[in-house]
């Protein structure tokens, strides 16, 4: 459980990035924390293992401040998956590359090899295993990375902006990879301001701005709300914003899914024939 | 980083900053060059204090403290390096005799002094300013654009270098452990992926720029033009007239250790 109270951080050159934050995350919790650049979403997640320590409040996990602990120590517990797999790829292979964390920690090679293993198959490149990182493709590059965060088995799972720069398909495959991190009872929170994805995965929404939380509910609660949207600066999805274009025909109106849509709009036609 | 972040040019205005950088960079090197030839205690610690008028001066005092704080690491293994290979490879007497450490904290100052000044030029001068007076001073276009750019970089890599330090630490990687060889080795996950996106920024950079025609100009003029203004001669002659003072001092006049001089 991360427990967030009354959180305040400046940079060193004084920009106060967050301004009193108070939040909780259950354990097995699928949230989404959405809002402009610059509400200060990947400086409140870098709070959550510890890279950056509070200048005021408090960020407790499972029972222990950040600031009585090390980075190191608090990952062992929460995966982060940064934005852009170029900033932690380094080694000869994908092997190596998956197996930087697990030595770090210091798991034994033989358990070293098995979670290699596991990992490259969960996220279908075991077929890479000898090839070097930097020949892979961009989504085959965020998947290597998420695999060498996933090998160690965090109970939670942190990702910013996962879907940024990938192709549709890219983004699919992730968009169902994360959602079945969640089913398996992983903790997961996405930073994140891709409306479509947020409108089909369904987690809770956390709404940011100017360094604190605007909003906070369920997907669609916060999706439909107009005024909400606006001040976030993200936009409802597509279909959300055709339905409330409609004129008054006596339809539920606050829907973010695309097959509900569908069958509300059928059932429309089916009423209308 | 915070070494880097002293050298990052803050746009503000002061006597300083508005000084020409052709007659600052002269000072700086007068500066360095006198404190090449010094390599006894007392005048390197005078050297010391020669930058800091300027650092008051252009309100630069923040920055600067960081700056003199992130060489202080390297300030010490200079000192060690120093103090140790002094130590085993000449005449110098049994440790820790007083000359033998003199010697070592004189080189450290001296190291000082150089990223000293060199920090209040870089801290004071516009990276447009400094493209200027390079191409002012007859250096071939490409290179002075190669020298602007490399400056305009230095904070872009800076930040990149704290984003993949951060992205290494939340995979369990601990800088600050093991012994020296260790820790060394520790920045190899740090170093590879920064050399790495350098070369692709530089390649991408190079792409976009003959996309625009860069160097299809034979001849070049400037909207801006600098111009030695009284400040800067005033600058320069108090840089010629250290210049001599040192070298005169360094032929002519041996200067006293500071353990000579307490000695008496
Ligand atoms: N390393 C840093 N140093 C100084 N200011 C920063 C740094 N990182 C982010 N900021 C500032 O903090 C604010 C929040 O940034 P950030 O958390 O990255 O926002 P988001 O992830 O929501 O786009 C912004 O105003 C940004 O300019
Ligand atoms: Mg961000």
Redesign the pocket.
Known sequence: MIEVRDLHFT????????RGINLTVRDGEFLA?M????????????HFNGLLKPTAGEVVIDGVSTRDASVAQIARNVGFVFQNPDHQLFCETVEEEVAFALRNFGFKETAIKNRVDWALNLLDIKRYRETSPFMLSGGERKRVALASVLAWDPKVVIL??PTIGQDHRQKEKLRQFIVQLNAQKKTVIV?THDVEFVAESNPQVML?SG?EIVAEGDAREILTDQKLVAQASIVSPEITQILSGLPDLGIQKNVIDVHEATSILLDLLEVAS | MSMFEGFRFRRVSSVVHLLDPRAKFFFVCVLFITAILNSKLPPLILLFFVPLPFVLMAGVQREWIRSMRGALFFAFIIFLFNFLFTYLYTEYPQVPSAPLLERSIAMTLRFLVLVESFSVFFLTTSPDHLGLALEQSHIPYEFCFAFTTAVRFVPVLA?EA??IMDAQKARGLELERGNFLKRVRNYIPILIPLIVGAIRRSLELAEAMESRAWGASEKRTNLYVLKLKRNDYLLVLISVLMLILAVYVWLYIPIPSLTILLSF
Do not use: H, R
């Open positions: 940079y060193p050159t004084g920009v106060e990035a967050l924390i809002g402009q650049n610059g509400a200060g979403k990947t400086t409140l997640v870098k910013d902006e930073v940011m360094g | 930040e704290q984003t």
